[in-house]
């Protein structure tokens, strides 16, 4: 009760700091970007395969029965292109495999949903993609931004958006952490005075809010994720919305005002929606263009990758 109060308070009132011990962790990156595409030229035919197939990204889902047909439109498109993908939901649903988290908190699944990913598949992947049913992820997209990142340190990256003097990763544009953070994180699951369940908190404060007080105590900070030329990748809104915006405030720019063309999520997103983005991005081309990347990534062994 009282570390819940206390995690509560930082948050809210934004002027605590926590550290390791009494010393402040020295966060040495704050805004990432995504490798420049001169560089990967540079790297031989050879490394460019071995890299292909050491990015390992496991994606979590969380969803309620309500998600139904969200559920079933994500599974039906992008999580195709996960190396392994579950989803974990807030009860038992038969009408699609899943992972029963039996609480609807969505604070205690994500938790839950972390520690089972964790134990169960450390030593497999590399890195670990949380997302919400309303989000499009395109993974590859994902991958080539990880390319230069050593999973093996602590990240935690995404949309950051700053509430008082907590800076944290927003869920609507889904969450990655390296298999360090999720260490990190599974050795502070277990003690209620730094990672807290919410259930005797008086202030009710979101599950992206709380994950990122935990990750602080174990000197995680949160990433915000940007490509080469400081765009945002990680999007907490669709592309149709996106691009409504870039024409009322940038009308003469809407293409470079809107978005990345390396994003990674767009968040907000139908069912329809989420199978016109899969047209969009895996399936339509242009016939005579040539794309001619210097990196593919493979799909996993026995995927019904499109």
């Not at 069912?271 to 969009?280: D, E, K, L, S, T």
Request: glycine share 6%; with cysteine; aromatic share 12%.
């Amino acid at each position: 009760m009282l570390g819940s109060i206390f995690c509560a308070l930082i948050t809210m009132l934004g002027h605590i700091r926590i550290g390791h011990g009494n010393r402040m962790h020295h966060h040495e990156h704050h805004h990432l970007q995504a490798p420049n595409k001169e560089d990967i030229l540079k790297i031989s035919e050879d490394e460019r395969m071995e890299l292909s197939k050491s990015f390992r990204v496991y994606c979590i889902i969380l969803v309620k029965p309500k998600d139904v047909s969200l559920w079933a439109a994500v599974k039906e498109t992008w999580t195709k292109h996960c190396d392994k993908a579950e989803f974990f939901s807030s009860e038992n649903v038969k009408v699609f495999e899943s992972i029963n988290m039996d609480t609807n908190d969505m604070w205690l699944m994500m938790r839950k949903a972390y520690k089972y990913a964790f134990d169960k598949y450390r030593d497999q992947y590399n890195w670990f993609f949380l997302a919400r049913p309303t989000t499009f992820a395109i993974i590859e997209n994902l991958k080539y931004f990880l390319l230069k990142k050593d999973p093996s340190q602590p990240f935690y990256l995404g949309h950051t958006i700053k509430s008082g003097d907590l800076e944290y990763v927003g869920m609507e544009g889904g969450i990655v952490l390296s298999v360090e953070s999720m260490k990190r994180l599974n050795s502070l699951l277990n003690i209620p005075e730094k990672c807290p369940e919410q259930g005797g908190m008086i202030w009710k404060i979101s599950e992206d809010k709380q994950l990122a007080v935990c990750l602080k105590y174990a000197g995680v900070f949160a990433e915000n994720a940007e490509d080469a030329d400081g765009k945002d990748v990680f999007n907490t809104k669709s592309v149709g919305l996106s691009i409504k915006e870039a024409m009322t405030y940038h009308p003469n720019q809407v293409v470079e005002g809107c978005c990345s063309d390396m994003a990674v999520t767009f968040n907000g997103l139908t069912p329809n929606q989420m199978h016109v983005m899969m047209y969009g991005v895996y399936r339509l081309r242009a016939f005579g263009h040539i794309f001619n990347d210097a990196l593919v990534f493979l799909p996993p062994n026995g995927s019904d990758n499109d």
